[in-house]
Nanobody
Framework: VQLQASGGGLEQAGGSLRLSCVAS????????IGWYRQTPGKQRELVAR???????NYADSVKGRFTISRDNAKNTVYLQMNSLKPEDTAIYYC??????????????WGQGTLVTVSS
């Protein structure tokens, strides 16, 4: 299973970006999807997560501005980011857990995509 994240870039404060993460490989089912972010010197933090068992969760700092979604047919997850703030600047990572067609659980991270928000 491989994940390919894209959509990062430079945006002005107040603008929008949409991140995408495509999962490919021997996938039977995707259970949970998530977006995390990390800045230098800090731990990776949860931005948003969606799972069949626990629903949708957002970090307080992004509630009302970011939306996580998925396209099951395309094995793709998205993070729509609106009203961006400079403090949203970070490397964003997607995370997907599920089951392969061999019934082996997997939990993988994408390679990260850089989001820079200018003031």
């Amino acid at each position: 299973v491989q994940l390919q994240a894209s959509g990062g870039g430079l945006e002005q404060a107040g603008g929008s970006l949409r991140l995408s993460c495509v999962a490919s490989g021997n996938i039977l089912r995707i259970n949970g999807i998530g977006w995390y972010r990390q800045t230098p010197g800090k731990q990776r933090e949860l931005v948003a997560r969606l799972s069949s068992s626990s629903g949708t969760n957002y970090a307080d700092s992004v509630k009302g501005r970011f939306t996580i979604s998925r396209d099951n047919a395309k094995n793709t997850v998205y993070l729509q980011m609106n009203s961006l703030k400079p403090e949203d600047t970070a490397i964003y990572y997607c995370n997907i857990d599920g089951l392969t067609r061999s019934f082996v659980p997997f939990n993988h991270w994408g390679q990260g995509t850089l989001v820079t928000v200018s003031s």
